[in-house]
């Protein structure tokens, strides 16, 4: 059957109009991105097999173009049409911390910080650079590799942050495990980057830690 002969309360569109897009499984919002399906199946049903092939969505969203173009029913087309979705969504959460606003929330802070990093394959450490009055001036991905005293370097965190004339600062690092449970080599290397930006008067506001589920905050687990 089709999904238009679908009542029109259980058509993923529909629906998505009608209760609003959370209302929606992993599939349904698939298959609208997807729009049609294939041969012997509608775009739900193609949907569905895609999360089962890739095991989750997050699988099928971090795929990289070679992996994503072998399933039937995508390609390269479809393939750059979800690249820019997902960078307009983190551009959309870019926005609430744009160059010059001050801060409102933690949470606003970790939503924008998790949507930067949950999706790199490796290891990524970067900064949140702030001035006197907590309004941001620019986040940088400055490491890539295992985060560590040996790779993180302290001297090149306190350059950039004399770039950007920062007071503050919020550091955070990625777990590609998805476990945001912080390692001794990571509340290590909090306090040696915590002294080294103290001298030149910019303050450590938090470490936070991208992972699975809620991003960890470092100042909130007494670890600071």
């Given at each position: 059957?089709?999904?238009?002969?679908?009542?029109?309360?259980?058509r993923p569109?529909?629906?998505?109009?009608e209760?609003?897009?959370?209302?929606?499984?992993?599939?349904?919002?698939?298959?609208?991105f997807l729009r049609t399906g294939v041969s012997g199946k509608s775009a739900v049903d193609l949907a569905r097999h895609l999360l089962n092939q890739f095991g989750s969505l997050r699988a099928l969203l971090e795929?990289?173009?070679?992996v994503?173009?072998?399933e039937q029913g995508l390609g390269p087309a479809k393939y750059a049409q979800l690249q820019a979705v997902m960078e307009m969504a983190r551009r959309h959460l870019g926005e609430g911390l744009r160059r010059g606003s001050a801060?409102?929330?933690?949470?606003q802070v970790r939503s924008y910080l998790k949507a930067m990093l949950r999706h790199e394959p490796h290891e990524v450490f970067g900064c949140l650079f702030l001035d006197s009055k907590n309004r941001v001036q620019a986040f940088e991905s400055l490491f890539h590799g295992s985060i560590n005293v040996a790779h993180v370097h302290p001297r090149q965190v306190v350059k950039r942050a004399l770039?950007?004339?920062?007071?503050g600062i919020i550091l955070c690092h990625n777990h590609p495990s998805g476990v945001t449970e912080p390692s001794e080599a990571d509340i290590e290397l909090t306090k040696i980057l915590k002294e080294a930006l103290?001298?030149?008067?910019?303050?450590?506001?938090?470490?936070?830690?991208?992972g699975d589920g809620d991003p960890l905050s470092m100042v909130e687990q007494g670890l600071m």
């Open positions: 059957m089709s999904i238009r002969d679908w009542p029109a309360a259980e569109r529909e629906k998505l109009l209760r609003g897009a959370a209302s929606l499984s992993d599939a349904e919002l698939l298959a609208i795929a990289n173009l070679a994503f173009s072998n801060l409102k929330s933690p949470a770039a950007h004339n920062a007071a103290a001298i030149v008067d910019v303050r450590v506001l938090d470490h936070v830690i991208i």
